[in-house]
């Protein structure tokens, strides 16, 4: 079993940024590809980014590329997601998601584990 936890979200303007973080515990996280979706109330979930067990490969969606990054810290048990140049399209809930597996996983359908979400609000 692995639980996430993620952290980071809020209120902020346009054109601003939020670091999102994922703490996991549980099995050995260098074991697990990382991803992050994004979903709003109705809608289907998105997914945002993904990164492998090593951090030396990751994958975004077009939608986010360029301006959103991220990370993983394997001796803290910590995936992170820097958001910049935020946009109001970009207000979701964002889950952290882990796969066991050492590569990464962009299909929803693919990931174990689930957060349980933080909020992202980008006002215009």
Same mark, same amino acid.
């Given at each position: 079993?692995?639980?996430?936890?993620e952290?980071?979200?809020?209120?902020?303007?346009?054109?601003?940024?939020?670091?999102? &973080?994922? /703490?996991?515990?549980?099995?050995t996280? *260098?074991?697990? $590809?990382?991803?992050?979706?994004r979903?709003?109330?109705? !809608?289907e979930?998105?997914?945002v980014?993904?990164?492998?067990? &090593?951090? /030396?490969?990751?994958y975004?969606?077009? *939608?986010?590329? $360029?301006?959103?990054?991220i990370?993983?810290?394997?001796? !803290?048990?910590?995936?992170s997601?820097?958001?910049?140049?935020l946009?109001p399209?970009?207000?979701d809930?964002?889950?952290?998601?882990?796969?066991?597996?050492?590569?990464?996983?962009?299909?929803?359908y693919?990931?174990?584990?689930?957060?349980q979400?933080?909020q992202v609000?980008?006002?215009s």
């Amino acid at each position: 079993q692995v639980q996430l936890v993620e952290s980071g979200g809020g209120l902020v303007q346009a054109g601003g940024s939020l670091r999102l &973080s994922c /703490a996991a515990s549980g099995r050995t996280f *260098s074991g697990y $590809g990382m991803g992050w979706f994004r979903q709003a109330p109705g !809608k289907e979930s998105e997914f945002v980014a993904a990164i492998d067990w &090593s951090g /030396a490969n990751t994958y975004y969606a077009d *939608s986010v590329k $360029g301006r959103f990054t991220i990370s993983r810290d394997n001796a !803290k048990y910590m995936v992170s997601l820097q958001m910049n140049s935020l946009k109001p399209e970009d207000t979701d809930v964002y889950y952290c998601a882990a796969k066991y597996g050492r590569r990464y996983y962009v299909r929803e359908y693919e990931y174990d584990y689930w957060g349980q979400g933080t909020q992202v609000t980008v006002s215009s």
